[in-house]
């Protein structure tokens, strides 16, 4: 019988790599790679913005932006177990700030400092988010050195969105949104490579493009918005919410007979003289309270977001020089 020899994994010290935790971890990890690494691990599409950033009287080792939903993102690293001191700081960070998704990384998370973080996702609000990771270093035999980000601690999104239920904050009719996209996404984690949100009861999921200011939305409506009339539709829409948006969108219709070529579908630009925010779109009439039809809008909408994804995605990310 032939069989192939197996190499064996190794265990590699965090300071083999990392002597220090400032001058080394920190800036390894702020590396776009390292980041995409780590926006893997917990489902959020990391885009860098600042390292040791002042956050009221502290100063956090990572700021980034998730460009999904154009929040913020703080990491604090520790290369050893965690301590309260960098709790106090974390806790210190949720409260200056109304919406933040805060990591804490460290190479072993104490039970004491891992059930408070799920006693905190489980008694804040879905604005407010608090994950714990693990790392660790592999190798086998005299490979590279290999990162490894484990979840100690994440929020619980479907015990947060019964909670809600329960209370009776969400009607019949957001209870049918909030089924919808987590079917949503469940369909597109088996077919597609576009990230989506976490499942709300809301008409729209959101989904980054790469570039925070900009991003994608899934909808679902029982409003036209070609004829402005009660009949219901999906879309998949390019929204542009950036100090720059009005140029932005100037800049992107200069090229829209090449775009919408591109995508061959027409599409609606819509830019209110009153608003900041504006938005390129692709409309299809679609109920979403018709359960059995959701595998077909499903299936609409993961094509348009993939195709607006190859198309948008390259013009984006380049605007600013043009």
Not at 15 to 42: C, H, I, Y
Not at 70 to 81: A, F, G, R, S, Y
Not at 200 to 214: A, E, K, L, T, V
Request: with cysteine; glycine share 4%.
């Amino acid at each position: 019988m032939n069989t192939k020899t197996l190499g064996r994994l190794m265990r590699v010290d965090l300071r083999d790599a990392w002597m220090s935790e400032s001058a080394d971890f920190t800036p390894w990890l702020a590396q776009e790679d390292n980041l995409k690494l780590l926006g893997e691990t917990v489902g959020i599409d990391l885009e860098f913005e600042a390292k040791e950033k002042d956050v009221g009287p502290f100063r956090a080792d990572i700021l980034c932006k998730d460009t999904t939903t154009d929040k913020w993102v703080l990491i604090e690293n520790q290369l050893e177990k965690t301590d309260h001191s960098h709790l106090g700081q974390l806790l210190t960070y949720a409260s200056g700030l109304d919406a933040v998704t805060i990591i804490w990384i460290a190479e072993h998370f104490t039970e004491e400092h891992r059930a408070t973080l799920d006693w905190l996702n489980e008694h804040t609000d879905e604005e407010i988010n608090f994950i714990g990771l693990e790392v660790e270093l592999w190798r086998i035999g005299d490979s590279p050195i290999a990162p490894k980000f484990n979840i100690v601690s994440k929020p619980n999104d479907w015990a947060r969105a019964i909670k809600i239920g329960a209370t009776g904050e969400v009607t019949p009719h957001r209870q049918v949104q909030l089924k919808y996209w987590t079917a949503f996404k469940e369909y597109m984690a088996e077919h597609s490579t576009v990230t989506c949100q976490k499942p709300y009861p809301q008409h729209w999921m959101n989904h980054s493009i790469g570039r925070s200011g900009f991003h994608l939305s899934s909808c679902i409506t029982l409003w036209n918005s070609a004829t402005n009339k009660k009949d219901p539709e999906i879309r998949v829409e390019l929204v542009l919410d950036d100090k720059k948006s009005k140029a932005y969108f100037d800049a992107l219709q200069k090229q829209q007979v090449d775009i919408e070529k591109a995508l061959g579908v027409p599409l609606t630009w819509h830019n209110p003289p009153e608003k900041n925010m504006c938005r390129i779109y692709s409309r299809t009439s679609g109920d979403f309270n018709v359960e059995a039809d959701w595998p077909k809008q499903h299936e609409w909408l993961r094509e348009k977001l993939e195709l607006f994804s190859q198309v948008f995605g390259p013009i984006v990310k380049t605007l600013d020089q043009e």
